[in-house]
């Protein structure tokens, strides 16, 4: 019998590993989920009726046996809940070869409410158009959508970007000289008519209906009783009203219609940072998972990651024994010349000036934090970027700026202003992948949404707040206890346990990145070990628009 027979068994800590697997685990099943859509029984509905489900045509059209990226997979995640949800925004995006090229897909997914548009719908549908704008992809529209979803039609209709900035944004990409393909293969009612016929080219399959109001509607207003075929059928859009450019009698044949035009087309011209690519060599193989911890505890050298994601593990470090908590540098990812910009995690022993005392002081910084030097020297980076023409690639992982006494007396808010400035201008292709934490202000300065990213991703790891979830927390909690306090009402510990709880419980919620991707503030959430082959790819698509802005920074902080 030994000492500890009988003695209480102690709990083995959870590794690293064994939290990353049953994490991705969690994140396929919720993909799974969401790509069924509306589920099996709408699936037949659509098989009942000759035509093909969203991601059936999707997997059609594109090259076989090549990738489909998609995109915005978990728009709509957990919203709508009290209409039956809308699993996916209620369409499929994503960009996919279509005769050796990339092409920006649309889909509308019927199985979701008919295919109609609520607002993330319409959010998710400007965004992939944005997209394609950007990086001048061309665009196919498998269009097959009964129109803006009358309950919330107040939420779809008027504002800037809203269902209008669709057809603003069919104009804007056919004025820009970017090929749009339309194929309707089911409704294309109301407003929504208005997609297809604003493409440069317009498929329509049998038994499909296009109009702006359909007979019901006519029906009601104007009196006039008329059916589908002759109000809006293939039939008669293209032997009368001329609106279909080509008529097909089912999906199989509108999507190799729609392919054979698309290799017809042109090869675009590569943008300059493209014209300087070289044979692709392999990064060093490694599993991503095991290198950076899940929830952000595990310190780890941002080198390593970065050499991970490069060709051959070479990386050219710009400045690296200043600002260490941002690594800057040089690579290749692909063949394409690449500059990252990522934040360190390690802990650093910082060398400071003497201060009139002998010797250099030193003092410890965080990994994850943005001092003053590694935001000055970001900035510069960045402007070096620029200058030579090479796209950014962010990746993120950061808690925020500096602050206390010191830090703001080294000028924090004024150096945070250059890198925000920096970002802001920036003309080169930029990507964001956010690794981990993405808080408060470090989301600006390390290339958050709202400062024009070409693509932004997320791993499965990344929290995505104003704040950490603690401090956050506690910080909302005094708020109510304050509320409460001048209503009259102390809380005892246990209420006062339970309101810390409730408030830790939803904002963890709004941390999680499927919250972030659910309203489009992420446009994928992928897998750590997949990052490189979907930059790789992301560049390919940046490396389709050949035009480059002039660099402009205005007044800089210094």
Not at 241 to 257: L, P, S
Request: hydrophobic share 40%; with cysteine; net charge negative.
């Amino acid at each position: 019998m030994t000492a500890n027979d009988g003695a209480p068994a102690q709990a083995q800590p959870i590794s690293s590993q064994s939290v990353w697997q049953g994490e991705l685990a969690r994140l396929r099943a919720d993909q799974q989920q969401v790509r069924a859509g509306g589920g099996a029984k709408a699936q037949q509905r659509q098989h009942d009726k000759g035509r093909l489900t969203a991601r059936e045509r999707v997997s059609k059209l594109i090259d076989p046996g090549t990738p489909f990226d998609e995109l915005m997979t978990f728009a709509g995640y957990g919203m709508y809940e009290d209409v039956g949800g809308c699993p996916s925004g209620g369409t499929v995006t994503g960009i996919g070869q279509i005769g050796g090229r990339p092409w920006m897909i649309i889909a509308n997914d019927a199985t979701v409410k008919a295919g109609a548009f609520f607002p993330i719908t319409a959010k998710k549908v400007i965004r992939a158009q944005t997209i394609a704008l950007e990086n001048h992809l061309p665009t196919a529209y498998l269009v097959d959508s009964a129109g803006v979803y009358l309950p919330m039609q107040d939420e779809i209709f008027p504002d800037q970007d809203d269902f209008g900035r669709v057809f603003y944004l069919n104009a804007r990409m056919s004025a820009a000289g970017i090929p749009q393909i339309a194929a309707i293969m089911g409704n294309c009612v109301a407003g929504g008519a208005y997609l297809p016929v604003m493409c440069d080219t317009l498929i329509m399959t049998e038994g499909s209906g296009l109009y702006l109001a359909g007979p019901a509607l006519v029906k009601a207003a104007i009196g006039q009783v008329v059916d589908s075929e002759d109000l809006g059928g293939a039939s008669m859009h293209s032997a009368i009203a001329g609106t279909v450019d080509y008529k097909e009698k089912d999906d199989d044949a509108a999507i190799n219609r729609l392919r054979a035009l698309a290799e017809l087309y042109a090869p675009a011209e590569p943008a300059p940072f493209a014209k300087r690519r070289k044979e692709t060599q392999d990064a060093p193989a490694r599993d991503l998972t095991e290198l950076v911890g899940f929830d952000s505890a595990k310190t780890y050298d941002v080198r390593d990651l970065i050499k991970s994601l490069a060709d051959g593990g070479e990386f050219h470090e710009f400045k690296p024994e200043y600002g260490e908590t941002i690594v800057c540098g040089f690579a290749r990812a692909g063949g394409y010349p690449v500059a990252f910009v990522a934040n360190q995690r390690t802990v650093i022993k910082k060398k400071l000036k003497s201060g009139g005392e002998p010797g250099l002081r030193t003092r410890i910084e965080v990994g994850g934090v943005i001092y003053g030097d590694s935001a000055d020297k970001a900035a510069r980076f960045i402007l070096d970027a620029n200058q030579a023409g090479v796209p950014l690639v962010f990746l993120s992982d950061v808690t925020g700026f500096m602050v206390g006494r010191d830090s703001e007396q080294e000028g924090i808010i004024r150096r945070g202003a250059k890198l925000v400035n920096a970002v802001s201008n920036s003309v080169v292709p930029k990507i964001t992948i956010i690794t981990g934490g993405s808080f408060g202000a470090g989301n600006y300065a390390m290339n958050g949404k709202a400062y024009g990213p070409r693509f932004i991703f997320a791993w499965p790891s990344a929290k995505y707040a104003v704040m950490s979830g603690n401090a956050a927390a506690k910080t909302l909690l005094d708020i109510q206890l304050a509320a409460l306090k001048r209503s009259g009402h102390e809380p005892d510990d246990e209420e006062l346990t339970r309101l810390y709880d409730e408030v830790k419980a939803k904002y963890d919620t709004e941390l999680d990145p499927r919250y972030a991707a659910a309203r489009l503030w992420v446009d994928e959430i992928i897998e750590p070990n997949d990052t490189r082959a979907r930059l790789i790819r992301a560049l390919e698509a940046c490396a389709q628009n050949s035009k480059q802005e002039e660099l402009r920074v205005g007044v800089f902080q210094v």
